[in-house]
């Protein structure tokens, strides 16, 4: 097979798993974005979104929330998808996404949607899209820079997949942005703190991960069910990586 | 004569719907140098990557065939793959140094995760195989520098180091020299003669000369197919046939 063709069939794999997750993404992110412009123009609290649902039939409230619960992945992946697909050729859609995933403009975004929704919930599932978008970026800017043939000169070495991409791509990201251990935490708070939602009551009061709470949660079947889908996405995000890790322009001989 | 160590029935490789390798037959025999020519494309570096099964890790690729060594075959789904790679220890073309990793780094990487060395024992390893390749003078002052500085046959020399350190059973080497200087080339061979004294070398090469320069047995690939196979002596001064000759004598090729 000519390297032309066999590169563009490995290339054409991981795109149509990119574009898979992307596309199913985007509808998640725009059911958020509905219920988020139902909440702000129909002034309608987000709690009493939440609790409405409970009237709904069980498995369209089920839907609802685990799309809300899910969307920020949509932008981390969407992120991901635009950027992989059009940046290498067009330099300035990559300056553009560069610009509109700068800390500061998101945070200024998060401010503008906190101040005119008032609703917490909003700040932090908006943080949630920060910390992910921002570590879907270094996770491209680290993964362009891996040669396939790194990844092959470590197969051939015996060692595993996982460790592989403990190797390649968490040390790289150590090795590479070492000395931002900050924003690296900020991030991952950002990435957290929209979970306390789901340790919330219909008041919009946190009750910090106790053990009691937990097990309420664990009864609650639509939560249960939002965290469920969380993991569905982060397998999905993995077969992404799996898609990247399979990626190989050798040439054989 | 020598003991036959690795025996390859009837392989034959695929990529998707492309025939590679055709009912290759080949034995190896042990301490001794077996170097594998053909024209660009016709299956040498496939032929190496299916033995230590890195063929198989892109999506389409498929093996078919048995691969004997020690009274096992490679091929069986049994087979502990990771093991495996370990035991046939292989060498690219182009040098799998790793950037992120110090030069120490990358020759301790392989010996400390596949827990082959721990400890005082993987500085000492480093030293030993670093001698063994001619290394040590010039890098022992900057064994915690970036790979990056070495030249290209500095680099293929540590990823040889890093291969020595995994204690091979088998060298698989991917025409080594192809992108390293004269000096460096040279260097090389006589590693491979030194080599060979203590486990089979399989390499792949370009280059006729090369291969009757330093190996006991030479194979012939040709489109996938294996058209002569037996001491390098015979196969260059008496082909049987017409098409060996033909690319021994530089008609084509």
């Known amino acids: 097979m000519p390297r032309r063709e066999f590169r563009n069939r490995t290339n054409h794999s991981m795109m149509l798993s990119l574009y898979l997750l992307a596309s199913f993404s985007f509808i998640l992110l725009v059911s958020y974005l509905l219920v988020l412009a139902f909440h702000i123009f129909y002034n309608i609290s987000l709690s009493q979104i939440l609790q409405d649902m409970t009237y709904l039939p069980e498995t369209l409230g089920l839907v609802l929330i685990s799309l809300l619960t899910a969307a920020p992945f949509s932008g981390a992946a969407t992120y991901i998808f635009i950027s992989r697909k059009h940046t290498r050729s067009n330099p300035g859609i990559r300056r553009l996404l560069n610009w509109l995933v700068r800390t500061p403009v998101l945070l200024i975004g998060v401010g503008f949607l906190y101040v005119f929704s008032g609703q917490k919930i909003i700040m932090f599932t908006s943080l949630f899209f920060i910390g992910a978008i921002k570590l879907s970026q270094r996770w491209i800017q680290i993964s362009e820079k891996i040669r396939s043939l790194e ?6 070495m015996g060692l595993s997949r996982a460790v592989i991409a403990y190797q390649l791509f968490i040390r790289r990201y150590y ?17 957290v703190t929209p979970f306390l939602f789901l340790f919330s009551d219909s008041d919009g009061d946190f009750h910090y991960l106790s053990l009691e709470f937990f ?15 969380v993991f569905v996405l982060l397998h999905l995000l993995r077969a992404v990586l799996d898609s990247q890790m399979n990626y190989h322009e050798v040439e054989y001989g | 004569m020598a003991k036959t160590i690795m025996d390859i029935k009837d392989l034959e490789a695929w990529s998707d719907s492309r025939k590679i390798l055709d009912r290759v037959n080949l034995g190896v025999e042990n301490k001794k140098i077996l170097s594998i020519i053909g024209p660009r494309g016709s299956g040498k570096s496939t032929l190496l990557r299916c033995i230590n099964r890195l ?4 999506q389409g ?5 048995e691969i004997w060594f020690n009274g096992k075959n490679l091929l069986s789904s049994h087979y502990n793959l990771l093991k495996l790679r370990r035991n046939f220890s292989m060498i690219f073309a182009e040098p799998t140094t790793f950037s992120h990793l110090s030069i120490f780094e990358n020759i301790a990487l392989g010996m400390r995760l596949n827990r082959i060395e721990s400890g005082a024992h993987i500085g000492e390893a480093v030293e030993k195989a670093l001698i063994q390749v001619g290394l040590w003078d010039d890098l022992r002052q900057n064994l915690n520098r970036y790979p990056q500085r070495l030249s290209a046959g500095e680099k293929q020399l540590v990823c ?4 020595l350190c995994l204690k091979p059973k088998v060298m698989l080497m991917d025409e080594v020299t192809s992108r390293v200087g004269l000096q460096v080339t040279l260097q090389i061979e006589q590693l491979i003669r030194e080599f060979s004294e203590k486990f089979p070398v399989i390499f792949t090469t370009s280059s006729r000369k090369q291969a009757a320069r330093i190996s006991d047995r030479t194979a012939f690939l040709l489109d996938g197919e294996l058209i002569e196979v037996g001491k390098t002596s015979d196969l260059f001064m008496n082909p049987k046939d017409t098409r ?10």
């Open chain 1, 151 to 156: 990844i092959e000169g470590m197969q051939a």
């Open chain 1, 175 to 191: 090795k590479t942005y070492g000395g931002h251990f900050v924003s690296t935490f900020l991030y991952l708070v950002a990435l």
């Open chain 1, 215 to 229: 097990f309420h949660i664990a009864k609650d079947q639509q939560k249960t069910a939002s965290l469920a889908l």
């Open chain 2, 55 to 58: 063929f198989e890790e892109r």
């Open chain 2, 61 to 65: 690729n498929r093996v078919e065939g």
């Open chain 2, 160 to 163: 040889i180091a890093r291969s």
């Open chain 2, 244 to 253: 060996t000759e033909d690319y021994i004598t530089g008609r084509f090729g």
